[in-house]
């Protein structure tokens, strides 16, 4: 398959111009989503909808998510990801296939109907996670775009995913909030820096390669700014598969946790990574079409 998006090969940065569409349905077709609402995904590559679940609903996922934390403390798991720098929880992976509920949140009618309708088909789950932010403690992700890990590592051919942030706790401008580049995911930042065998080993706890370099990424920022969505527990924040985003360290006294589905459109199946390398573990990058059912 020929790669659009080539990236880790040279040894210079360059910014391509994205050769896929962002919303895979007509803006005027009925859906969840209005045309107002689409034409925003459309223009910034992101969608933060306020309250999308009720209290009672974000008092359940907050108690499932105690509990697979706590198991997962002191858990010999690959799927369980510890900070840097310590022995904190920083991530759990494939949550929709190991627990129960989080399987049945992932099937939720409400997203998955949103979900279909931006991608312009039937979709799967690509992967799943915990984001855990602890006070004081919480690192920081830094920029980039997951398409370019995805497309490198995973052998994603298209952008034509959209991941889903569910907060379970209040984000607000001090305990690490989700920041996006808007209208970044019109453009792929093509990265310097051979991909190293067994990368995700140190990526998921510091990502180090397949991030942007100062100038492009300063060059997307001027154009638009960066956004930061605050907002309560229960909200939602979509963004597209490309979009360039980060957070920083969580120096305050408030957590911040995240259940995070990304939803991949079966037309979009996963082809050899184009690093050339073995694929990266299916509780990271599932290779199953398993459709699901709204």
């Given at each position: 398959?020929?790669?659009?998006?080539?990236?880790?090969?040279?040894?210079?940065?360059?910014?391509?111009?994205?050769?896929?569409?962002?919303?895979?349905?007509?803006?005027?077709?009925?859906?969840?989503?209005?045309?107002?609402?689409?034409?925003?995904?459309?223009?910034?590559?992101?969608?933060?909808?306020?309250?999308?679940?009720?209290?009672?609903?974000?008092?359940?996922?907050?108690?499932?998510?105690?509990?697979?934390?706590?198991?997962?403390?002191?858990?010999?798991?690959?799927?369980?990801?510890?900070e840097?720098?310590?022995?904190?929880?920083?991530?759990?992976?494939?949550?929709?296939?190991?627990?129960?509920?989080?399987?049945?949140?992932?099937?939720?009618?409400?997203?998955?109907?949103?979900?279909?309708?931006?991608?312009g088909?039937?979709?799967?789950?690509?992967?799943?996670?915990?984001?855990?932010?602890?006070?004081?403690?919480?690192?920081e992700?830094?920029?980039?775009?997951?398409?370019?890990?995805?497309?490198?590592?995973?052998?994603?051919?298209q952008?034509?995913?959209?991941?889903?942030?569910?907060?379970?706790?209040?984000n607000?401008?001090?305990?690490?909030?989700?920041?996006?580049?808007?209208?970044?995911?019109?453009?792929?930042v093509?990265?310097?820096?051979?991909?190293?065998?067994?990368?995700?080993?140190?990526?998921?706890?510091?990502?180090?390669?397949?991030?942007?370099?100062?100038?492009?990424?300063?060059?997307?920022?001027?154009?638009?700014?960066?956004?930061?969505?605050?907002?309560?527990?229960?909200?939602?924040?979509?963004?597209?598969?490309?979009i360039?985003?980060?957070s920083?360290?969580?120096?305050?006294?408030?957590?911040?946790?995240?259940?995070?589905?990304?939803?991949?459109?079966?037309?979009?199946?996963?082809?050899?990574?184009?690093?050339?390398?073995?694929?990266?573990?299916?509780?990271i990058?599932?290779?199953?079409?398993?459709?699901?059912?709204?």
């Amino acid at each position: 398959m020929m790669d659009l998006y080539p990236s880790r090969v040279g040894d210079k940065p360059t910014i391509l111009k994205r050769k896929d569409p962002v919303v895979y349905s007509p803006l005027e077709k009925p859906g969840p989503l209005h045309h107002e609402q689409l034409n925003s995904f459309e223009e910034n590559g992101y969608l933060f909808l306020e309250n999308f679940f009720s209290e009672t609903e974000v008092a359940v996922m907050r108690a499932e998510l105690s509990k697979v934390l706590e198991s997962s403390r002191d858990r010999s798991d690959k799927r369980v990801i510890r900070e840097p720098e310590s022995q904190e929880v920083r991530s759990i992976f494939a949550v929709h296939e190991h627990e129960e509920f989080f399987k049945s949140l992932s099937e939720d009618k409400r997203l998955v109907e949103v979900l279909k309708q931006l991608l312009g088909s039937e979709v799967y789950i690509h992967q799943s996670r915990i984001n855990f932010k602890s006070g004081f403690t919480g690192k920081e992700f830094y920029w980039h775009s997951d398409f370019e890990t995805w497309h490198v590592e995973d052998g994603m051919p298209q952008m034509r995913a959209i991941s889903c942030s569910i907060t379970l706790t209040e984000n607000n401008p001090f305990n690490g909030p989700l920041m996006l580049v808007p209208g970044s995911h019109k453009y792929f930042v093509s990265c310097v820096g051979k991909t190293p065998e067994a990368n995700y080993e140190n990526s998921l706890r510091r990502q180090e390669i397949g991030v942007p370099d100062n100038d492009s990424l300063t060059k997307l920022v001027k154009e638009k700014g960066i956004a930061a969505p605050t907002g309560p527990a229960g909200s939602i924040i979509l963004f597209d598969c490309n979009i360039m985003h980060g957070s920083n360290s969580n120096i305050s006294p408030y957590p911040r946790s995240n259940v995070f589905f990304v939803f991949n459109s079966v037309e979009n199946k996963l082809v050899s990574p184009f690093s050339g390398q073995e694929p990266r573990p299916s509780y990271i990058a599932s290779r199953e079409k398993r459709t699901v059912n709204s």
